[in-house]
């Protein structure tokens, strides 16, 4: 085994260790969001070992916020002296602690799933290293996964598992919902689990496979000459030949350019521009 091959997370059942500086900057940071309450739910690897048994290294914890929540989770974090980072209005944002972090999630990079309230609202009580929280319900989870896919990072055996450790009993009209245009990529992580799982495939609802399969039947005998490359939105590294020469459409910027919402910080900054406008 290589170096490389060595070095990459394996899925166990197994507890991973957690430096005690790392350990303890999560739980504080979710006992001021809990005690200050910021709405939040917690995702990643530990909402996914929530829901599926499947552990992993953690490197941060991801919490994913709104726009709007991310603001203020910053401000009162920067209050109690983490270091904050705007990372990208459009989706990251961070809170440090010595060599630790803790990532603030409001959608996707390529922002084409944002989180609402409802993401919140949805999200299911947890208890994360001792601390009484919330986490990602399953369909948000699965859907916040659907997009990475690029070549350094794939969630593809997330999604998987996640069907697979709830047997499939799952809101899919909200799965459905989330997916919305972009149909065809949850198809092919659908079609990804029963390659998988091929004993397993009942656990998507025959209704499902029905729906999306006859929309892509249709696609293929109706083709639309006006329809819009969409290389960028699953990877702009690997698509970016696509876009830069050879003409083709860049999705991924339109999509980023009119996400309405954006985390705005430091808000004392945001309030001078205001003023000043």
């Not at 929530?50 to 953690?58: C, D, I, K, L, Q």
């Not at 079609?191 to 293929?220: C, D, E, G, K």
Request: glycine share 4%.
């Amino acid at each position: 085994m290589s170096l490389e091959e060595a070095a990459l997370p394996v899925s166990s059942s197994a507890e991973p260790e957690l430096h005690a500086d790392q350990e303890r900057l999560y739980r504080d940071v979710l006992r001021l969001l809990v005690e200050h309450r910021v709405p939040h739910a917690v995702s990643g690897a530990f909402a996914l070992h929530e829901h599926t048994g499947v552990r992993r290294p953690a490197k941060d914890l991801d919490i994913f916020v709104t726009s709007e929540t991310a603001s203020l989770a910053l401000e009162l974090l920067s209050s109690y002296d983490f270091r904050c980072e705007l990372c990208d209005p459009v989706w990251l944002a961070k809170a440090y602690r010595d060599d630790f972090f803790v990532d603030f999630i409001t959608g996707m990079s390529n922002a084409a799933l944002t989180v609402t309230d409802s993401w919140i609202a949805r999200s299911r009580p947890a208890t994360i290293l001792g601390v009484p929280t919330r986490i990602l319900a399953a369909e948000e989870l699965l859907a916040s996964k659907m997009f990475v896919v690029r070549r350094e990072r794939f969630d593809g055996a997330d999604i998987a598992h996640i069907i697979y450790a709830t047997s499939g009993q799952v809101d899919w009209s909200r799965i459905l919902e989330l997916a919305d245009g972009h149909w065809e990529i949850l198809l092919w992580n659908l079609v990804l689990f029963q390659y998988i799982y091929p004993a397993q495939s009942h656990y998507v609802p025959l209704l499902v496979w029905t729906q999306l399969v006859n929309r892509l039947m249709l696609r293929i005998l109706n083709p639309d000459p006006r329809a819009r490359f969409r290389g960028s939105l699953v990877d702009e590294n690997m698509f970016a030949i696509d876009v830069k020469e050879w003409g083709l459409d860049d999705l991924i910027s339109e999509y980023r350019c009119c996400r309405a919402k954006k985390i705005q910080w430091p808000l004392d900054s945001v309030a001078a521009k205001e003023g000043a406008a």
